[in-house]
C-alpha cells in the first residue's frame, strides 16, 4: 500500500528545492563518511596486497635459508622430489658493499640463474657475466644509470692480499624497481655462477625459492593453507640446518598489524557515519515538521502510521542507496588520486612503499554498506517512534487551522 | 435502516478545556443530518471523532455496533480510507500534485486500483462540473472548483458516509448553495449518509434532520 502512494507523497514532499538541498547535503555526508571508511579499509588492504605483490617480485612462494653452512643443489633433490616441488631457483646470497662515484652503500648481492629466477617469479631477468641489476634507490643513492660501471666489495675474497676485500668493477646492466623501498635500496642481481667464482665457492648456494606445485592434490585449497602445508613438510624433511619461510615473513609482524588496525579503525570510523545518519534523523524530522499539513492530510485520508513509517524506511533506503553509490565514486576517484598525484607519495624508508593502492574487495563494500544500513534502520525507527504519538486532529487543526 | 455510527455518551477533554461534555448521537444508513452551532461549541470535534481522526476522552463511537477504541491503528485507517469521506472547509488539496491525482490519494491510500477510480471519477467530474480542472494544479482553479474537486476526491472510494465540516465557508451564497444542493444529491446517488457541520442557519435549514450543539452538548434535535 505505502509503496503505491510512495510516488505521491515524495512529489508532494520535495517540491521545494531547500528539500532538495538538505537532502543532496545528507547524502553526500553519508557517502562522504562511507567513503572515509572504504578508503581506510582500503588504503589498509592496499598496503597488504601491494607489499605481498612487492615481495613475490623477488621471491616465490616459500624461501629456504641454510643456517651454518652452504649447500649443494643437490641437497634438495630428495625433499623437492617428496613434496612434488618442481618450481624453484637456487641463490647465493651474501652481503657486499657497492661503491660508485665515491659514494658507498651496503648491499644483498643475489646470485642467480637468470632463467630460472625469471621462471620462478615471472619476471625476465636478463644477466651475462660481469652484469648486475640493481634497485632503484640503489642507483639513485649511488647516481647510477644503465651501462654505468659499480664496483662490488665481497669480505675475504683475496687470499693473495692476505685476505683483504677485492673489488670487482661489473656493468649495470639494468634498475629494477623491486616495489619494496628496503629491497630497491639493497638489492643486486647477479650471474650466479660469476659470483661463485669471484668468491670462492663454486657450486655452493645458501637460499632456494620455490613455488607451490601446480598440480598437487591440495589444489583446491586456500592459498595460504596450502602454504603453511608444504612449509611443515619442507621444514620436516630438510631437518635443523635449514630455516624455511613464506615469503611475506620478512614483513610478517607488520601485515598482522595492519589486519588488526584495519579492523580497529572501521569500527571508530563507524562514528562518523553516526554523525552522518543524524543528519538524515534531522532530515527527517525537518520533513515531519515542515510537510505535516501534507502528513496530517494522508493520514486523515486512511493512510496508517505503520504506512508512513515504511514510506520513511523507502525514503531513508533511497538516502542510503544514492549515498552508497556517491560513497563508491569517492573511494574510486580518492583512490585514483592517491595513485596518481605526485604529492600523495610516500616516504618510501618510513613505509616500505613509494605509493599506496586502494584495494577495496566486494566484502568491504558489503560491510560497510551494510552497517551503515543497519544504523539507519534503528535512528530511523528511533525518530518515528518520538514523532508518532501527535495526534492526526491535534495536526490537522494545527496545519490547516 | 441500520444504525451506521453511532456516538454514546462522548466526553473529549484538552487539557483543561472541555471540547465535548456528554455527546449522544447517530446516524442511519443514508441519512442526512447537519450540526448546527457557533464557533467552539465542539461541532467539528464530534465530527472528527466519529471520523476517527481522533478519540473521545470518555464514551464510545460505534461503527455498525464495534467500538472505534477497539480498532488497530491500521483498522482505524482503512475505516477513514474505505468508510469515511470528508469534506474540509480549506478543502486541503495538496498543491504539489494535479487535482486528479489529488482526487485519486485516497485510492492510492487503500491500494484500490486507481485506474477503475479515474474510469468512475470522471463522468461524476463532468456532471460536477470541473472536468477541465482534472489535469490542473489547486492553485490553477478556483474556491467553487477546489470544494468541487475536495468533493470528488470524498466520494471517489464510495465512502458510507460524507463527513462535510463546513463545506461552504470559503464560498459565497450562490456557490453554498450549489455545493450543499450536490452533497445532498451524491449522498442520494450512493445511499451514503451525509453530516454536514455548520455555523450558517441557511445551510443548516436545508435538512430535515438537524441538531444544534452549544458549548460542547447537543441541546436541540
Known amino acids: 500500500m505505502s509503496l503505491r502512494v510512495f510516488p505521491s507523497f515524495a512529489k ?3 517540491t521545494e528545492k531547500s528539500t532538495f538541498r538538505f537532502v543532496f547535503a545528507v547524502c553526500l555526508g553519508l557517502g562522504f563518511s562511507m567513503s572515509v571508511i572504504l578508503c581506510t579499509i582500503g588504503i589498509m588492504d592496499g598496503f597488504d596486497q601491494t607489499l605481498r605483490e612487492g615481495l613475490k617480485t623477488t621471491s616465490g612462494d616459500i624461501n629456504i635459508y641454510t643456517l651454518h653452512h652452504h649447500a649443494k643443489k643437490s641437497d634438495f633433490e630428495q625433499a623437492f622430489k617428496r613434496s612434488g616441488v618442481i618450481d624453484f631457483a637456487e641463490i647465493l646470497q651474501m652481503e657486499a658493499f657497492a ?17 630460472k629466477f625469471s621462471s620462478i617469479l615471472k619476471n625476465k631477468f636478463s644477466l651475462n657475466e660481469g652484469e648486475i641489476i640493481i634497485g632503484t634507490e640503489l642507483a639513485h643513492a649511488l647516481k647510477l644509470q644503465q651501462g654505468d660501471s659499480i664496483s662490488l666489495v665481497f669480505a675475504g675474497s683475496s687470499e693473495s692480499l692476505g685476505g683483504l676485500p677485492r673489488p670487482h668493477v661489473l656493468k649495470v646492466a639494468g634498475v629494477y624497481d623491486f616495489k619494496v623501498y628496503e629491497h630497491n635500496q639493497r638489492f643486486v642481481l647477479m650471474d ?16 632456494v625459492t620455490l613455488n607451490l606445485p601446480q598440480d598437487g592434490w591440495d589444489k583446491a585449497m586456500p592459498y595460504l593453507q596450502r ?15 635449514y630455516s624455511v619461510r613464506p ?6 609482524t607488520l601485515l598482522e598489524a595492519v589486519k588488526v588496525e584495519k579492523f580497529m579503525v572501521s569500527i571508530v570510523l563507524q562514528l562518523i557515519v553516526v554523525i552522518s545518519i543524524f543528519n538524515l534523523l534531522a532530515f527527517i524530522v525537518y520533513l515531519n515538521e515542515r510537510k505535516s499539513r501534507e502528513i ?18 523507502i525514503t531513508g533506503f533511497l538516502i542510503w542507496l544514492l549515498a552508497c553509490g556517491l560513497a563508491a565514486i569517492f573511494s574510486k576517484l580518492f583512490g585514483l588520486i592517491l595513485w596518481n598525484l605526485e604529492f600523495f607519495k610516500l616516504p618510501g624508508d618510513i613505509y616500505h612503499l613509494g605509493r599506496l593502492k586502494l584495494i577495496l574487495s566486494t566484502d ?28 492526526i486532529l491535534h495536526g490537522l487543526r494545527q496545519e490547516f487551522g | 435502516m441500520e444504525t451506521l455510527l453511532k456516538a454514546s455518551n462522548v466526553k473529549k477533554k484538552y487539557g483543561e478545556y472541555e471540547a465535548l461534555r456528554g455527546v449522544d448521537f447517530s446516524i442511519l444508513q443514508a441519512e442526512q443530518v447537519a450540526i448546527q452551532g457557533a464557533s467552539g461549541s465542539g461541532k467539528s470535534t464530534l465530527l472528527y471523532l466519529l471520523g476517527g481522526l481522533d478519540i473521545p476522552s470518555f464514551g464510545d463511537i460505534y461503527w455498525k455496533s464495534k467500538k472505534l477504541s477497539d480498532f488497530a491503528d491500521s483498522d482505524l485507517a482503512r475505516y477513514r480510507n474505505e468508510q469515511i469521506g470528508f469534506v474540509f472547509q480549506f478543502h486541503f488539496l495538496l498543491s504539489s500534485i494535479s487535482c486528479l491525482q489529488n482526487i485519486l490519494l485516497p485510492g492510492r491510500i487503500g491500494g484500490a486500483n486507481v485506474q477503475e477510480v479515474e474510469e468512475r471519477i470522471r463522468p461524476l467530474a463532468k456532471y460536477l462540473g470541473v472536468e477541465q480542472c482534472l489535469p490542473k494544479f489547486p492553485h490553477q482553479i478556483s474556491g467553487g472548483e477546489q470544494q468541487r474537486i475536495n468533493i470528488l476526491r470524498a466520494i471517489s472510494l464510495h465512502p458510507s458516509i460524507l463527513l462535510c465540516d463546513e463545506p461552504t465557508g470559503n464560498l459565497d451564497s450562490k456557490n453554498s448553495g450549489k455545493v450543499i444542493e450536490l452533497l445532498r444529491e451524491l449522498s442520494l446517488k450512493f445511499k451514503a449518509s451525509l453530516i454536514v457541520v455548520t455555523h450558517d442557519n441557511s445551510i443548516a435549514s436545508q435538512f430535515s434532520k438537524k441538531h444544534f450543539m452549544s458549548d460542547g452538548k447537543i441541546i436541540e434535535q
Do not use: C
Open chain 1, 247 to 252: 615469503f611475506w615473513k620478512e614483513y610478517a
Open chain 1, 99 to 115: 661503491v660508485a662515484n665515491d659514494i658507498s652503500k651496503g648491499g644483498l648481492v643475489k646470485g642467480i640463474e637468470a632463467q
Open chain 1, 364 to 391: 568491504d563494500y558489503l560491510l560497510v554498506f551494510g552497517l551503515t544500513f543497519l544504523q539507519i534502520l534503528f535512528f530511523i525507527y528511533l525518530g518515528l517512534w518520538k514523532l508518532r504519538r501527535r495526534p
Open chain 1, 296 to 313: 496530517f492530510l494522508m493520514r486523515a485520508l486512511g493512510l496508517a502510521s505503520r504506512n508512513i513509517h515504511r514510506i520513511w524506511l
Open chain 1, 192 to 207: 650466479q655462477r660469476f659470483l661463485q667464482d669471484v668468491t670462492g665457492m663454486t657450486d655452493l648456494i645458501n637460499v
Open chain 1, 227 to 241: 602454504v603453511e602445508m608444504l612449509l611443515a613438510t619442507l621444514k620436516r624433511d630438510l631437518g635443523r640446518g
Open chain 1, 12 to 14: 508532494s514532499l520535495f
